[in-house]
Each structure stands twice: as structure tokens, then as C-alpha cells.
T-cell receptor, first 114, second 117 residues
Framework: GENVEQHPSTLSVQEGDSAVIKCTYS??????FPWYKQELGKGPQLIID?????GEKKDQRIAVTLNKTAKHFSLHITETQPEDSAVYFC?????????????FGTGTKLQVIP | GAGVSQSPSNKVTEKGKDVELRCDPI?????LYWYRQSLGQGLEFLIY????????KSGLPSDRFSAERTGGSVSTLTIQRTQQEDSAVYLC???????????????FGEGSRLTVL
């Protein structure tokens, strides 16, 4: 089955600096790579996603890059703000037995220091 | 609009008791997932529903755990004879199923926090 590894597990940055979180996946059939942000006491919420036919996608201060050959994808947050502090999860969707199985990374706790 | 609703939001129970956790997905979402999140940990897959059937139950930790879905809508996760290690936040997510069986964004509820004393 799919295995998604995520690094780092914790990340502290100064406000205004950039933050980068990296994930690798194992199943070459994975075709959809979402990133979720989880604030304390809430469920995860999608912040950006990328499909396997695209190499990069940007939405204001956040961007995601995908390298299918190397099987890794990354989340980039620029000009970080205190409200970016949360736990971030990457995920990979792959067809499995007729349905799409969603495998999550282990999460990155991001702290933005004012 | 209405999102995914989970109840109860908090449940404290004694070891050995049974508990039921409920998930109301977004109307029309065919796919429904249950995940478990222990304190400070990642998302552990439990079970997947497509309509009322569960083609993947591989994440259920033991036979004390079961889940059902009725009318292609509400799902209930039942834990029998609860143990302290069952303490966690149980998250439900739903999503539509698109062409060729692809799914996209998961819409999560806020979870049910279970504490077993």
C-alpha cells in the first residue's frame, strides 16, 4: 500500500520568514496530493492541492510543488504570519481496489514566532 | 452551508462501556471516512464507506470496533468494551466521488473527543 513520509515533524520560524514542509510517497499510482491545515480543536481543512499532471501550483502565500519522478511534493509558505501556526498534513490519493484510498503523512507542527 | 457534523463533541466513559459516535456527512457525498487521532499524533485510517457498503475496513484496530452507514448518509462508529487506549479524537470526513472513481478534497467534521477513564 501507499506510504507517505513527512518532514520535519516540528518547525519554528520567525514571522515573515518562509516555511517548507516536504513529503515523499511510494505508490506511483497516486494522482492527487492535498495539503490540510489543522488548528487546535478543529478538523483538518484543505489549503491547497495538486494533481499528478501539474508540477507547481500557487495560491497567494502558499505553493505546492510536485516531482513525480522522485515521488516527492512540498508545501511552501512565504511571509509567514502567526495565524499560520497549526499542524499541517500532506496526503496522497491512490486507486485501491476500486476506490481512492487517502494516506496521510504524520503531520508537521508549525510555530510562527511573532 | 452545512458541513460535516459529528456528535458528541466530547464523551467521557468508563472502561468497559460501549460508545457510539455519529457522523452526518455533507448531503450528496457518497464517500465517507473515519480516522482516529491520538493526542499530538497523525491521522490513523479506520474505515471507508462508499454509499452504505464498506469496501475497506482494514484500519479497524480490533473486533471491538464496528461501523455502519445507513441511507447513504449518517454513519455510526461503535466501540464496545472501551479501553483506555481507545482515548482519542475520532474524525469523520466525506467527499463526493467523481468520474472514474476519483475523489478530491475531504471535508472533515470537528471530531468526537473520547476519553476512557
Amino acid at each position: 500500500g501507499e506510504n507517505v513520509e513527512q518532514h520535519p515533524s516540528t518547525l519554528s520560524v520567525q514571522e515573515g520568514d518562509s516555511a517548507v514542509i516536504k513529503c515523499t510517497y511510494s505508490d506511483s499510482a497516486s494522482n492527487y496530493f492535498p495539503w490540510y491545515k489543522q488548528e487546535l480543536g478543529k478538523g483538518p481543512q484543505l489549503i491547497i492541492d495538486i494533481r499528478s499532471n501539474v508540477g507547481e501550483k500557487k495560491d497567494q502565500r502558499i505553493a505546492v510543488t510536485l516531482n513525480k519522478t522522485a515521488k516527492h511534493f512540498s508545501l511552501h509558505i512565504t511571509e509567514t504570519q502567526p495565524e499560520d501556526s497549526a499542524v499541517y498534513f500532506c496526503a496522497a490519493n491512490a486507486n485501491s481496489g476500486g476506490y481512492q484510498k487517502v494516506t496521510f503523512g504524520t503531520g508537521t507542527k508549525l510555530q510562527v514566532i511573532p | 452551508g452545512a458541513g460535516v457534523s459529528q456528535s458528541p463533541s466530547n464523551k467521557v466513559t468508563e472502561k468497559g462501556k460501549d460508545v457510539e459516535l455519529r457522523c452526518d456527512p455533507i448531503s450528496g457525498h457518497t464517500a465517507l471516512y473515519w480516522y482516529r487521532q491520538s493526542l499530538g499524533q497523525g491521522l490513523e485510517f479506520l474505515i471507508y464507506f462508499q454509499g452504505n457498503s464498506a469496501p475497506d475496513k482494514s484500519g479497524l484496530p480490533s473486533d471491538r470496533f464496528s461501523a455502519e452507514r445507513t441511507g447513504g448518509s449518517v454513519s455510526t462508529l461503535t466501540i464496545q468494551r472501551t479501553q483506555q487506549e481507545d482515548s482519542a479524537v475520532y474524525l469523520c470526513a466525506s467527499t463526493p466521488i467523481g468520474l472514474r472513481g476519483n475523489t478530491g478534497e475531504l471535508f472533515f467534521g470537528e471530531g468526537s473527543r473520547l476519553t476512557v477513564l
